[in-house]
């Protein structure tokens, strides 16, 4: 008399064990353009949680052996704050560079980011700005963006104000809060340069 329900729980359990395979098929690896866009709205490590962790040996591979700098740089990152893997910050870092010395804008930012405020490592504003100015160089916003505040706070040099300033005036933006950021900064950058500099670097192009 057990046989017939123990058969009927056995045929559901196959079944939607059947089922959470078949769900977890469905996600599809990203392609770099949409994790590039997850990069730059900085959504790229929730939706690996989204995506319930079963992209994660995909991950990884198309970091280590496909070298593609925009895993590289989702990989470093899920490994440096532990998501859907166990925490190693050196080895996070380590792919962090790796996205970086491919030209990775994000990856750039990033690197100077951290080395600004001291994120993972020990500040160093001389390598901030080395990653920043590429980066900048890149079109990068946000990396444009920070680079003025460490000029406004007296590092870098003179010289590049002209390049910073020409990409700060050539940005484009819907966010108005980002809009008037940018305008102030760019003040702030000609307050510090003659007006025929100004001029100039309205005209030229800096950026790739």
Known sequence: ??????????????????????????????????????????????????????????????ANKANMPSYQYLWGDML???VCVKKDVPLGLHYMHLAADQGLAEGLEQL??????GKFMQIDIDRAIVYLKTAA???????????ADIYEEGYGSPLDYPALYSQLHHSLTEDKVIHKKISGLLLDLASKMPSKVIEQAKRNSYTN
């Open 80 to 82: 440096a704050y532990g």
């Open 137 to 147: 160089s890149l079109n990068n916003l946000p990396a444009q963006m920070r680079l």
């Open 1 to 62: 008399m057990r046989i017939l329900p123990l058969f009927f729980v056995f045929l559901f359990t196959c079944s939607s064990a059947f089922a959470l395979k078949q769900n977890m098929q469905a996600v599809q690896i990203y392609t770099d353009n949409q994790l590039l866009d997850l990069i730059k709205d900085n959504k790229h490590l929730s939706q690996v949680v989204l995506d319930e962790c079963q992209l994660v040996q995909d991950i990884e591979a198309r």
């Open 112 to 117: 100077g980011r951290y080395y600004h405020i």
